[in-house]
């Protein structure tokens, strides 16, 4: 379980095809207090620790969530967004994030709005009726809350703000037209979608 604040910025040195995809993520994490098995979100993706050294971790990507989650986030020198796992007695400062995608969002835009970016994102149409105005999301694994929500033919329409400091210590800031997010909806409409449809 994560919250989906974001407390460091991975480098991927290395990707290394061995049934499953190894990749090893330098990072500025004290790695000391990371024990072997651990989780850690990835841009949003719950990996195990599986190996590790004084400033890296090693991560296997199944094909799985390989077939899941945008191709370039796990090739070489890709910046992924971390957070470690959320242990009892932590502030709670974005929402509960299960670290697992529902799907992939295509930017549609990236403005600038005050000192803030608004982003508009296209979500496949299977994840609209998750979204609500001023619920929560997930986008790359960093907690948002969703502005606007517009349903069109098969897909939906939303707008977040990545304020400057979001901006500056996550990769959101980085964000541009065409590029593509991993989406995790709030588990709660999850769960009470899920209980709708049992009626």
Not at 91 to 108: K, N, R, S
Not at 183 to 190: G, H, K, P, S, T
Request: glycine residues 12%.
């Amino acid at each position: 379980m994560f919250t989906g604040i974001i407390t460091d910025i991975g480098t991927v040195r290395s990707a290394e095809e061995r049934g499953d995809l190894r990749l090893t993520i330098d990072c500025a994490y004290d790695l000391a207090g990371v024990d072997l098995g651990s989780s850690i979100a990835c841009s949003g993706v719950c990996l195990t620790v599986v190996d590790k050294g004084q400033d890296w971790f090693a991560v296997d990507v199944s094909a799985e969530t390989r077939s899941r989650t945008p191709a370039g986030m796990w090739q070489q020198g890709a910046n992924l967004n971390l957070e470690r796992a959320l242990r009892v007695g932590d502030e709670l400062g974005g929402h509960f994030v299960t670290g697992h995608v529902d799907g992939i969002g295509d930017v549609t835009s990236a403005t600038p709005e005050g000192g803030s970016i608004r982003l508009t994102i296209r979500a496949p149409g299977e994840i609209g009726p998750y979204l609500a105005e001023k619920g929560s999301i997930a986008l790359d694994g960093v907690s948002l809350t969703v502005n606007d929500v517009a349903d069109g033919n098969a897909v939906t329409e939303f707008g977040v703000n990545v304020i400057p400091h979001t901006a500056a210590h996550t990769t959101l800031g980085q964000l541009k037209a065409g590029d593509q997010v991993n989406l995790e909806i709030d588990v709660l409409a999850r769960y009470l979608k899920r209980m709708a449809a049992s009626q």
